[in-house]
């Protein structure tokens, strides 16, 4: 069966980095986009960045130039560089991986929660 698990999150001071990763297991999502949402506390969840299968990224403005989403397609990972953390982002962050060609498949991890706080 399809799974992702999401690792890397935990507690960290404002400034700091962490390097989120999404393993997915099951099958090859080399034509998958795969992307990293964020929900805190009484919000809806939002998209914080994506990558397609050709590489091209898209942010939400409240990332852009310190989040740095990639991939590794030979390992089917995602991964989410995140450098200057604010309180802010403090939220559970949850992979998604979806097909480029079709709308029948869309998979989403548990979450891993990230805590930005001094």
Do not use: H
Request: some cysteine.
């Amino acid at each position: 069966q399809v799974q992702l698990v999401e690792s890397g999150g935990g507690l960290v001071q404002p400034g700091g980095s962490l390097r989120l990763s999404c393993a997915a297991s099951g099958k090859s999502f080399t034509i998958y986009t795969m992307g990293w949402y964020r929900q805190a506390p009484g919000k809806q969840r939002e998209l914080v960045a994506g990558i397609t299968s050709g590489g091209s990224t898209n942010y939400a403005d409240s990332v852009k130039g310190r989040f740095t989403i990639s991939r590794d397609n030979a390992k089917n990972t995602v991964y989410l560089q995140m450098n200057s953390l604010k309180p802010e982002d403090t939220a559970v962050y949850y992979c998604n991986v979806r097909s480029d060609y079709s709308t029948l498949y869309n998979y989403w991890g548990q979450g891993t929660q990230v805590t930005v706080s001094s």
